[in-house]
């Protein structure tokens, strides 16, 4: 970890951001909870981002409507989706000395990077968190915990097309929690097993999907731009065809300049016609719009991420202090500059 980055971890517990979750017990697996002066900030990004996105929002046609799905949904649905197969696993690793387990991606050396030990073969590791409902622990008991929020909008499209009146391209904005079992979380906030997602599903004419996809991730980096993240600090890079997640025909990150490196704050995905095919297969609903499913882009941010990014944005050490006066002048002076 970064000088820089510890310093700002320290801030966040000091200044009653970000605390250790179940911290009198010694912590548990990078889970945080979001303090006073936290949950206020992030409170804040939540709002700006559903507010552009439902009521500033002016694309070249159409309209933005939310919704809130829950978080268990039926086990057919992440079948469907492909989340319960390799398109959805990290390759794992384990070192046969301290039994440490990496994803095999983020290795620089094929040795153990803890103590030097050999590491065995990879396998495929699923990213999905199980759990059970009702009072019998049984096969027919059992679910998971969303890995992405976007699928109870997929699930739920038809339903909003017919209530809401609408046509396509129309948009469906979501914001809420989601879980995944990573092999290795870490950096702070950034990667955590459980996290909150602001996400947009935009449905269109398949022939208009380059287009929209363009327009949606000039307006990503414009709305943090807006927002006060300094411009020389993000970037767009588009994901090599080896590396996008399964679903995507075309794939952008929006990076972020942490203290730790370029990271993902926010993916802007042309996702095809898999997710509507896909489900009125499994399903045996027809969920094509006019004789054709409609393609989808995406827009998916972590609140989590961004919040560590604006922070990060506004952290100032100034020399000496602002006030110069006898009393006042301070080594250093910490500074948010979150205005």
Not at 39 to 59: G, L
Not at 124 to 152: S, W
Not at 153 to 169: G, H, Q
Not at 254 to 276: A, Q, S, T, V
């Amino acid at each position: 970890m970064t000088d820089l980055m510890s310093k700002i971890i320290s801030l966040c517990k000091r200044r009653g951001f970000i605390f250790q979750s179940s911290e009198i017990y010694g912590g548990f697996g990078s889970c945080y909870d979001f303090g006073p002066l936290g949950v206020e900030m992030k409170n804040n990004i939540k709002k700006a981002w559903w507010d552009e996105m439902t009521k500033n929002q002016n694309p070249p046609a159409g309209g933005i409507v939310g919704l809130d799905a829950a978080i268990l949904m039926s086990p057919k649905v992440w079948e469907a989706s492909g989340h319960l197969t390799a398109g959805f696993a990290d390759e794992l690793v384990e070192c046969k000395e301290c039994h440490k387990r990496f994803r095999l991606d983020e290795l620089k050396m094929k040795k153990c990077p803890e103590c030097g030990g050999q590491l065995t073969e990879p396998r495929k590791f699923n990213l999905m968190m199980k759990t059970h409902i009702g009072p019998v622990e049984d096969d027919a008991a059992f679910t998971y915990l969303r890995a992405e929020t976007c699928q109870g909008i997929y699930v739920n499209f038809e339903n909003i097309l017919n209530t809401m009146r609408l046509k396509i391209p129309f948009g469906v904005a979501q914001i809420g929690k989601a879980f995944r079992n990573e092999i290795t979380p870490g950096d702070f906030i950034y990667r955590t097993r459980e996290f909150e997602q602001m996400e947009m599903q935009w449905f269109c004419h398949p022939k208009d999907a380059e287009k929209y996809f363009d327009y949606w991730q000039k307006e990503r980096l414009n709305w943090y731009i807006n927002l006060g993240i300094k411009k020389e600090n993000l970037r767009i890079k588009e994901v090599p065809v080896k590396e996008r997640p399964h679903y995507a025909k075309q794939a952008l990150d929006l990076e972020y300049k942490f203290p730790f490196g370029w990271k993902e704050i926010e993916g802007i995905h042309n996702r095809g016609d898999w997710d509507l095919s896909n489900h009125s297969k499994y399903s045996g609903k027809d969920l094509k719009y006019e004789g054709y499913y409609p393609y989808i882009i995406e827009t998916s941010g972590g609140a989590d991420r961004s919040f560590l990014a604006f922070l990060c944005d506004a952290y100032q050490e100034i020399l000496g202090g602002r006030t110069k006066t006898t009393k006042a002048v301070k080594e250093i002076e910490i500074l948010l500059k979150l205005d």
